[in-house]
């Protein structure tokens, strides 16, 4: 996509790799402050997997689903098929997700220092959801697209 070449499904797979990618470490892969450099760094930068967030079989699982030639990601010959079959997802019942009886599961906080500036969205009033709220239609620095929402009408 970056080279404005014709693509196919395979894409997909890519951006779910991304997304993923994201969840793991909290920005996307490749990211650069500099739009060239992240260009660059998308067309042949390495793939930075931090040990400390990834296990083996993330990493494998990312870094499948992330790769430059799409005939060789993950997904790309059996689809979504090919991505359950992933050992990452051994745990997954895929029938239950299929059928919404999957609930998340909830991991305590480890090793965070100060909670103290952590707060309860239910111990928030009213107001103070407002508040929070006004903050994104003053703030000029936050940008509203408009007609982002329209084929959700």
């Given at each position: 996509m970056?080279?404005?070449?014709?693509?196919?499904?395979?894409?997909?797979?890519?951006?779910?790799?991304?997304?993923?990618?994201?969840?793991?470490?909290?920005?996307?892969p490749?990211f650069?402050?500099?739009?060239?450099?992240?260009?660059?760094?998308?067309?042949q930068?390495?793939?930075?997997?931090?040990?400390?967030?990834?296990s083996?079989?993330?990493?494998?699982?990312?870094?499948?689903?992330?790769?430059?030639?799409?005939?060789?990601?993950?997904?790309?010959?059996?689809g979504?098929e090919?991505?359950?079959?992933?050992?990452?997802?051994?745990?997954v019942?895929?029938?239950?997700?299929?059928?919404?009886?999957?609930?998340?599961?909830?991991?305590?906080?480890?090793?965070?220092?100060?909670?103290?500036d952590?707060?309860?969205?239910?111990?928030?009033t009213?107001?103070?959801?407002?508040?929070?709220?006004s903050i994104?239609?003053?703030?000029p620095?936050l940008?509203?697209?408009?007609?982002?929402?329209?084929d959700?009408l």
């Amino acid at each position: 996509m970056v080279r404005s070449k014709p693509h196919g499904k395979s894409i997909d797979w890519y951006g779910v790799g991304a997304i993923l990618y994201e969840f793991l470490v909290g920005y996307p892969p490749y990211f650069h402050k500099d739009d060239r450099q992240l260009y660059e760094n998308i067309i042949q930068g390495k793939l930075q997997t931090p040990r400390e967030i990834f296990s083996p079989l993330a990493e494998d699982l990312v870094t499948s689903l992330l790769a430059r030639n799409p005939l060789e990601r993950i997904g790309a010959i059996d689809g979504l098929e090919d991505i359950k079959l992933h050992p990452w997802f051994a745990e997954v019942d895929w029938d239950d997700v299929a059928k919404k009886r999957v609930y998340p599961k909830v991991y305590e906080e480890k090793n965070l220092r100060d909670k103290s500036d952590r707060i309860k969205i239910s111990d928030l009033t009213v107001k103070d959801k407002d508040e929070a709220d006004s903050i994104f239609y003053t703030d000029p620095t936050l940008k509203y697209v408009e007609g982002w929402d329209a084929d959700l009408l």
